[in-house]
């Protein structure tokens, strides 16, 4: 049984999802985008709820 604690909110629900995506989000998403051959795909202007949605696409097509 899974824990009310475990559960992540979904990044459209964040306070700070409209915010620019912190570096450390840009840098791995980026890392995630040449590893998948989708270099021209990164975009330096998304949102933190944005790059976290774009973040699980990658692991989930890389099998991360």
Request: net charge negative; hydrophobic share 30%; proline share 5%.
């Amino acid at each position: 049984m899974k824990s009310d604690l475990n559960v992540s909110k979904d990044p459209d629900e964040w306070v700070s999802g409209d915010d620019p995506m912190t570096p450390s989000q840009a840098s791995y998403l980026k890392t995630l985008c040449e590893q998948a051959g989708e270099e021209t795909d990164f975009d330096e202007r998304l949102s933190k709820a944005e790059a976290s949605k774009r973040i699980d696409a990658l692991k989930a097509k890389l099998k991360l």
